[in-house]
């Protein structure tokens, strides 16, 4: 049976663009996929704890040497992989802040990054590269090729290496100027966003239709 792990990390709630093109790409894939599951996390309302000394021992233990604080972060890694594993497709979402990505991703990539589960150890083989990984992105401005900030957007460059070793390779569709409509300041950019959002739309419309035909 099919399933599907979507991912929400705005803090922006219902004012989200990115939360609005996730659900409308997984809207779009269980209709291509009747009968189909579906895992949610909303790192936005549940964050994840950080990755701290006790997850990057738990690392380099055997299990049976963990910690009580090692085996709990240990549990979460298996958790999130296991997530990972049984999905047929990932949609994240990503919107950009401070030119990067949200912390709460970070974590999640961080977290997801554990010898034995996600990649293999001898080898440098990922293990989670056999799935789909759709990345929903929302900008507030434009970083394209000549704009003043060309280069500024930190995150979708970042994600490919964070989860290189995973063996999962993201698909982006983006959304950009997403603060056009509410800071006057970018009122002549509207126009430009709209073109933006209905391109992302279309694209996303269009990620599984061979799937619901043959369905």
Not at 121 to 149: C, K, N, W
């Amino acid at each position: 049976m099919p399933h599907l792990l979507h991912i929400d990390s705005s803090i922006r709630g219902e004012q989200s663009v990115s939360r609005r093109l996730t659900a409308r790409a997984a809207a779009s894939w269980r209709a291509a996929h009747p009968g189909g599951t579906v895992t949610y996390r909303n790192f936005g309302t549940e964050p994840l704890p950080h990755l701290d000394e006790a997850g990057a021992q738990a690392r380099l233990l055997p299990a049976d040497q963990h910690t009580p604080e090692q085996r709990r972060s240990w549990a979460l890694t298996e958790e999130l992989v296991a997530e990972v594993k049984r999905a047929d497709t990932v949609l994240l979402g990503l919107p950009l802040y401070n030119y990067g990505a949200p912390s709460s991703v970070k974590t999640w990539v961080d977290l997801l990054i554990a010898p034995g589960l996600s990649y293999d150890p001898a080898t440098g083989a990922g293990l989670l590269g056999d799935r789909e990984l759709i990345v929903l992105a929302s900008r507030g401005g434009g970083y394209g090729a000549g704009t003043p900030r060309e280069g500024w957007d930190h995150a979708e460059p970042w994600l490919p290496h964070g989860l290189s070793q995973t063996g999962m390779r993201p698909r982006f569709i983006a959304a950009e100027l997403t603060l056009a409509p509410v800071v006057p300041a970018m009122a002549e950019l509207v126009s430009l966003h709209q073109e933006s959002l209905a391109a992302a739309e279309r694209a996303i419309d269009e990620l599984w239709v061979s799937a619901g035909a043959a369905a």
